[in-house]
């Protein structure tokens, strides 16, 4: 069996267990800082597996001995937005625990592939490529996936077409300025530029912008967990079943679309090499300069990380 260690039993990370122990493909540890809480829910989840007729072990821990030689680590630990919080508000409270995370779990499991969920998405994915020294097959962020499947979601509820036919593709940093490729997006292979009248696409496309905003300002506490630990199981599926999977993630780039050392939302294949292969698509003049833009916002704040912490 694959063992799959989640640093961070909190929301996304308890839920991203919750998704993986039911696809039956790897052993689970939780690690937290919190006392008892990821013994606790690993049991929980553990007793649920009769029920629902599936092998695996789960455990809980508040140190990272029982993460040896997993085969996957996702890091999920960190403090998450409030209210009127954007993510880059995060960045120095996370830098700590990220790092530490990163830095303490490649010594008990050198050849893992590490994915990366907590925010300021693209900067914490670069920091743990930095701190652990890993080539960057072996880095890879969440945040395409949620932010494609928002958009999926929206589109699905605008057209009542099943989502299943709609292909979204939201590439850029995880921030405000995320870029949703309308062009390339598409129902069944016809763009959403032609299926959606302009003001209804315009429409979508601010919501999935905000859509992490939206979230946080429903629940009042904590953001959203579902979509975004669903996103990391697949992620964590197609690796380990050497899918090939093609999936917007965060990825480092090594000069594609022009851009150099910095985490970027690209479309890339997974498989149990990690991140395979980045596909370029050829922008036009307008996708190139939401492009730039997000690209600029990303590197401010990688800029602003390399102002905390010393690699
Ligand atoms: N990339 C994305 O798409 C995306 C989506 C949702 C959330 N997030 C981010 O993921 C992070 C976690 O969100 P959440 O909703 O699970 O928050 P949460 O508060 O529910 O859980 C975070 C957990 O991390 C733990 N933690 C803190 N320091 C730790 C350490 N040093 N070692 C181990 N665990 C530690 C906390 O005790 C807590 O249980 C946040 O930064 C959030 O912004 C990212």
């Known amino acids: ?34 006392e008892g809480m990821p013994q606790g829910k690993a049991l929980d989840l553990l007793e649920a597996m009769p029920i629902i007729g599936r092998d695996v072990r789960i455990s809980g821990a508040n140190d990272y001995t029982e993460t040896k030689d ?37 010594k008990h499991s ?5 994915i990366v969920l907590t925010n300021p998405l693209d900067t914490m994915a670069y920091l743990t490529m930095k701190k652990t020294g890993l080539p960057r097959e072996r880095v890879i962020g969440q945040a395409g996936i949620l932010d494609s499947a928002r958009m999926r979601a929206f589109v699905a509820m605008e057209t009542g077409v099943s989502v299943e036919n709609i292909d979204c593709y939201v590439l850029g940093g995880h921030g405000d300025e ?10 069944a292979g016809v763009s959403l530029k032609e299926y959606l009248p302009a ?43 050497d899918k090939h999977l093609i999936v917007p993630c965060a990825a480092y780039m090594d000069g594609e679309y022009g851009l150099e050392d910095m985490f970027f939302g690209v479309t890339v294949m997974l498989g149990r ?9 050829k922008l036009d003049e307008d996708e190139k300069a939401m492009f730039d833009k997000s690209a600029a916002a990303v590197k401010e704040t990688h800029e602003a990380l390399k102002n905390l912490v010393k690699f």
């Open 70 to 106: 997993s085969d996957i680590i996702i890091i999920t630990a960190g403090l998450p937005r409030k209210p009127g919080m954007s993510r880059d508000d995060l960045l120095s409270a996370n830098a700590e625990i990220v790092g530490t995370a990163a830095t303490e779990t490649l």
């Open 199 to 241: 003001d209804k696409l315009d429409a979508i496309v601010i919501r999935t912008r905000k859509g992490g905003g939206e979230i946080v300002n429903l629940l009042k506490s904590g953001s959203a967990f579902y979509a975004p630990s669903a996103a990391c199981a697949q992620m964590a599926e197609a690796i380990l079943k």
């Open 1 to 34: 069996m694959n063992k799959i260690s989640i640093i961070g039993a909190g929301m996304t990370g308890a839920t991203t267990a919750h998704w993986l122990a039911e696809r039956e493909i790897a052993d689970l540890v939780l690690v937290d800082v919190l």
């Open 273 to 281: 090499a990690g991140m395979e292969k980045i596909i370029e698509y």
């Open 110 to 114: 050198p050849d893992a592939i590490y």
């Open 178 to 187: 995320m870029v949703p490729l309308t062009r390339l997006s598409n129902i």
